[in-house]
């Protein structure tokens, strides 16, 4: 095992342990903040996929924006669960087994598809030549961008502008909604 | 070089621990971070695949536009948050089943 896989599934078993204390933890805060390591680290796994424009997209859109905006809404939000910082008593559901049955089925229909699937016998797999890791790959999507897929970057921008405007006409202070 | 179906296990993984966030979770913002785990492992998905897909760049475009959407949708719902909280002093989705007062 060479050092590149090393730290791949390091970051992989950071992704995913990470995920799973942040739906599990029961103090709000903390599992918020733990979100951050999840999305780092998946920032990490993009780099492992050459896509170094994706990743430094991820770390930030995700973490400067998205994060510093879940924590105004949930401090805006839950004022009297940031008072009491002590974690709330754990008590099992029944509709917590019936979630943990679906997912499980789920995930066991998921990665059994994918074991199942060769993908280095697939046709445009193999005849694709991959990118490699010296690759120039933000001058490629810099010109994608601009010729073959223009249209669904302009319609991203108007997408954009509305949900602006939107956001800021559903959080402004009155009456009407 | 890290084969294709690591990339694809990972993810699958990723997706179920945020659909069990958005079946399981009493809070609007917890259910919201399952969905952001979701879309997270579609992206990661699209980014693994785009590897092959060097001279259409399709996987990493879209990648590249599912994290706008995904941002754009997060500030549209925190905001929606915000205001049924003013509304109902609570985030609990399932103690909010009124469309009008």
Same mark, same amino acid.
């Given at each position: ?118 993908? =280095? ?35 991203? =921008? ?20 | ?101």
């Amino acid at each position: 095992m060479n050092a590149e896989q090393l730290i791949f599934y390091f970051f992989a078993a950071l992704v995913l342990i990470s995920a799973l204390m942040v739906v599990t933890m029961q103090n709000l805060v903390r599992s918020i903040f733990l979100f951050f390591v999840t999305l780092f680290s998946l920032a990490a796994l993009y780099v492992f996929a050459l896509a170094d424009f994706i990743a430094v997209t991820q770390v930030v859109i995700y973490v400067g924006g998205v994060l510093v905006l879940m924590l105004f809404a949930f401090m805006l939000s839950n004022k009297e669960l940031l008072n009491s910082l002590e974690p709330i008593k754990r008590t099992f559901k029944l509709n917590h087994l019936a979630g943990i049955f679906i997912c499980l089925s789920f995930l066991f229909i998921l990665v059994s598809l994918i074991v199942q699937i060769d993908f =280095s016998g697939l046709d445009w797999i193999k005849s694709a030549a991959p990118i490699l890791e010296g690759d120039n790959t933000i001058h490629a999507i810099g010109m994608h961008s601009m010729t073959r897929y223009l249209l669904p970057f302009e319609v991203l =921008s108007v997408f954009l502008m509305m949900a602006l405007i939107g956001a800021a006409h559903l959080a402004r202070k009155g009456k009407k909604i | 070089m890290i084969p294709l179906s690591h990339f694809l296990i990972i993810s699958a993984c990723l997706f179920c621990i945020g659909l069990y966030a958005v079946l399981t979770k009493k809070n609007a913002i917890q259910i919201l971070i399952g969905i952001e785990f979701m879309i997270n492992a579609a992206v990661l998905n699209f980014v693994a695949f785009g590897r092959y897909d060097k001279e259409n760049g399709g996987g990493q475009l879209f990648a590249l536009f599912a994290i706008v959407l995904a941002a754009a949708g997060v500030a549209v719902a925190l905001a929606i948050i915000l205001n049924v909280y003013k509304h109902f002093k609570t985030i609990d989705p399932s103690k909010i089943d009124k469309l009008k007062d």
